[in-house]
């Protein structure tokens, strides 16, 4: 008997946080911070566990950290890219991007998930298996993804909800944005960043105008990080990062962080022209309350457009019916507006949108 509990991440957009307990173990999956400024998970009544697990290192599910000893400071389990980011002197031990290793005395099976740098689900071999998606993408150009086994148990990414525009109409209602410019797209360096720049040189247009932080992403994903990336991809991006010019006045397609505009070059950008009407303001990804993002998009300086890089609805129940589900956590989402869509989506499996769950 095993007993998954949803701490965070479940019923609405927060940070990830699952706890997984076992008779052989305790764990948690993800630790996470925001989006929206200053929420963590309330790990108050968590007590001590074995180890925390990350499926990859973006804030809402590697932000938490400050909390560590709240729940006895265990080591940290994450993939060797996602090690590297880590803040110095952090317990950390490594998670195959696509293998199996025993974590506190459990077997965890990973597989690279199509979404961020060193980003991987996790199933952990416990009463027929669960298996936690984190954050993933299956229409990436750029990010590998490898197909996830058997599971009783599954934490889905449900952050779009009932959304089912795949990427390839999406990118129609961004090739004209990207023509007409000059256009600052916010983005996340370690994750779409990268794969609209390479978007952009593989459609035929200019280098797009970066910041530091991108490059240097870009430079990972060409050498060190490469293992996560689709085949044959790393020339274009280390072409890229060599290249791509400079973000130094308002000019063609920019891209940089970070995604809310709350910190980084977008938000030194953002906030040198946000009084301006040219250049124009696109973001691409969630729009935290309380954010520039939020304020931009609401006053009519910036647009939306979304950029996929969560499944759509459909995507999620071929994965639901492929390991064969009995029990789905749709994660990251909002259960008020998308439960009865979900329940018949995932038909005949039981889906749970809070609390706790035995299995």
């Avoid at 948690?28 to 007590?47: E, K, R, S």
């Avoid at 390839?168 to 256009?183: H, L, Q, R, W, Y």
């Avoid at 309350?289 to 304020?295: M, S």
Wanted: aromatic letters at 6%.
């Amino acid at each position: 008997m095993a007993r998954l509990t949803a701490i965070s991440g479940l019923g609405g957009k927060g940070p990830a946080c699952f706890l997984i307990e076992t008779r052989a173990a305790r764990l948690l999956l993800d630790l996470g911070y925001g989006p929206q400024p200053g929420l963590l998970p309330n790990v108050d009544g968590v007590g001590k566990v074995d180890a925390l697990l990350l499926s990859h290192g973006h804030r809402d599910h590697a932000g938490g950290f400050e909390l560590l000893g709240k729940v006895g400071n265990p080591p940290i389990y994450a993939t060797d890219i996602v090690r590297r980011l880590l803040p110095a002197g952090t317990n950390s031990r490594p998670l195959p991007l696509h293998g199996t290793t025993e974590v506190a005395g459990l077997q965890v099976t990973t597989g690279r998930s199509g979404h961020a740098p060193g980003g991987v689900w996790l199933h952990i071999a416990v009463d027929g298996g669960l298996l936690y998606m984190g954050d993933n993408s299956g229409e990436s150009i750029l990010y590998a993804a490898d197909a996830p086994p058997p599971a009783t148990a599954i934490i889905i990414d449900a952050s779009y909800g009932a959304y089912e525009t795949p990427l390839s109409e999406c990118t129609k209602k961004f090739d004209p944005v990207f023509d007409a410019g000059p256009v600052l797209l916010p983005i996340p360096v370690a994750g779409r960043g990268p794969e609209i720049a390479l978007y952009l040189i593989r459609s035929g247009r200019a280098a797009p105008h970066i910041d530091d932080a991108l490059r240097a992403s870009l430079t990972r994903l060409a050498a060190q990080d490469s293992p996560c990336l689709k085949p044959g991809i790393t020339p274009e991006l280390a072409q890229l990062a060599a290249n791509a010019p400079a973000i130094e006045k308002p000019a063609g397609v920019m891209l940089a962080g970070i995604a809310d505009a709350t910190a980084g070059e977008a938000a030194k950008q953002v906030a040198a022209w946000e009084h301006q009407t040219t250049p124009a303001i696109v973001f691409s990804g969630y729009l935290p309350p309380g954010t520039p993002a939020e304020r931009l998009t609401t006053s009519g300086r910036a647009s939306y457009l979304r950029w996929n890089v969560h499944p759509r609805l459909a995507e999620n129940a071929r994965l639901v019916r492929a390991v064969g589900a009995q029990i789905v956590l749709p994660a990251f989402g909002d259960a008020a507006r998308h439960r009865q869509a979900w329940e018949t989506a995932f038909a005949p499996a039981r889906v749970v949108v809070s609390g706790s769950v035995e299995f």
